[in-house]
C-alpha cells in the first residue's frame, strides 16, 4: 500500500472515530425507524398490531420511564422519582412495623394496622416462637433487599462518570431485536400477575385453602403496593438485560465490521475492537453497584422462599 493510500485510510478512521457517534444513532434510527413504520402498517389488523406491541420494548420503556430507571427529560427523571421513591420506603416501614412491632402475643398484636396487615402466613398457627421469628426477619430482609436493589438501579442509571463513553439505553433498545422482546414482555407481564395474584391469595386466604369473602381493604391496597415495589425489581433486571442485549449486538456489530474490512492494517482492526470494547466496559461499570446488591436480593428471596416451604 502507497503512502498516499494510507494516509487516505488514517483519515478515513479519523473520521469514523469522531462521528462514531453519530453512525451508531443513524444505523440505529434506521432500525428504529423500521420497526415503527411497521407497527403503523399493521395497525388495521388487530392481530399484527398487537404482535407489534408485544415485539416491542414500549411496554417496557413505559413502565421503567414511569418508574424512574429509564431516563428521559431531567424534569421527569425528579418527578418519576417523587413518584416511586414513596411508595418504596411505604412498603419498607410497613414491613418493618409488620416484623418487628406485630409480634405474635405481644400488646401490639391486635393493632389496627397489624390486624388490618397480616403476614404471608396464617400466625394463629401454633409454630416455634424462635423458627416464627427467623421467617419474619428473612421476611424483611427478602424485601430490603429487593427495595435497595431498585434504589441501586435509580443510582446507576443516573451515574454520569461513565455515561459519556457508555452505551445509552435509548441505543441499546433500538438494537434489541423483536424477538427478544418478545421474551421480556412475557416476562414482565407474567411476573406481575405472579406476584400480585400469589401476595393477594397469601393475605386472603389460609394455608388451608379457606378463603375470606371480606379481605381488609388497607391489607389489599398494601399487599397490592408491595407486589408493585416487588415487580420494580423484575423491571430493574429487564432494563439491565436490555442494556446487555444492546451491548452484545453492537459488539457483533464490531466483529462484522472488521471481518468485512476490505482494506486497512490489524492495527485498523484492534482500533475498532478497542473501541467497542470500552463502550462495553464503561457500560457495564455503570450498573455494578447495581448487580452486587442484585446478587444478594435474589440469595435473600431464595433462603425466604426455602422457609416458606420448611415451614409449610
Keep these: 500500500m502507497d503512502s498516499f493510500d494510507f494516509k487516505s485510510l488514517e483519515n478515513e478512521e479519523d473520521d469514523e472515530i469522531k462521528n462514531e457517534g453519530k453512525d451508531i444513532d443513524f444505523e440505529l434510527g434506521q432500525r428504529g425507524g423500521h420497526i415503527q413504520q ?3 402498517s399493521n395497525a388495521t389488523n388487530p392481530r399484527k398490531f398487537l404482535y407489534g406491541i408485544i415485539s416491542s420494548g414500549s411496554f417496557l420503556k ?3 420511564s414511569v418508574a424512574g430507571i429509564w431516563l428521559g427529560s431531567k424534569r421527569w427523571s425528579f418527578v418519576s422519582i417523587l413518584i416511586t421513591m414513596p411508595l418504596v420506603f411505604f412498603v419498607l416501614i410497613g414491613e418493618s412495623v409488620i416484623v418487628f412491632f406485630c409480634k405474635k402475643n405481644t400488646k401490639h398484636f391486635n393493632d389496627t394496622f397489624c390486624s388490618k396487615t397480616r403476614g404471608y402466613i396464617d400466625l394463629s398457627l401454633d409454630r416455634d416462637q424462635d423458627q416464627d421469628h427467623v ?3 428473612l421476611r424483611f430482609l427478602s424485601v430490603a433487599a429487593q427495595v435497595f436493589c431498585f434504589v441501586a438501579m435509580s443510582i446507576s442509571v443516573r451515574k454520569n462518570r461513565f455515561k459519556s463513553q457508555a452505551l445509552s439505553l435509548e441505543q441499546a433498545y433500538k438494537l434489541v431485536k423483536p424477538a427478544e422482546w418478545v421474551c421480556v414482555n412475557v416476562q ?5 400477575i405472579l406476584l400480585m395474584t400469589s401476595n393477594l391469595l397469601n393475605f386472603c386466604c389460609s394455608l388451608k385453602g379457606t378463603c375470606s369473602k371480606s379481605c381488609d381493604l388497607v391489607g389489599v391496597f398494601f399487599y397490592a403496593v408491595l407486589s408493585i415495589v416487588l415487580w420494580l425489581t423484575v423491571v430493574s433486571c429487564l ?6 442485549n444492546g451491548v452484545i449486538a453492537q459488539a457483533q456489530q464490531a466483529n462484522d465490521q472488521i471481518i468485512e474490512m476490505e482494506s486497512g492494517t490489524v492495527n ?3 482500533e475498532i475492537h478497542q473501541r467497542f470494547c470500552k463502550i462495553g466496559m464503561h457500560t457495564i461499570k455503570m450498573f455494578q453497584a447495581w448487580f452486587l446488591l442484585n446478587s444478594a436480593c435474589y440469595f435473600w428471596l431464595i433462603v425466604y422462599l426455602w422457609c416458606i416451604v420448611y415451614l409449610v
Design 38 to 40: 411497521s407497527t403503523c
Design 62 to 64: 413505559c413502565v421503567a
Design 239 to 244: 432494563v439491565y438485560a436490555t442494556v446487555v
Design 268 to 270: 485498523d482492526a484492534i
Design 188 to 192: 414482565l407481564l407474567g411476573f406481575l
Design 135 to 137: 421467617y419474619q426477619l
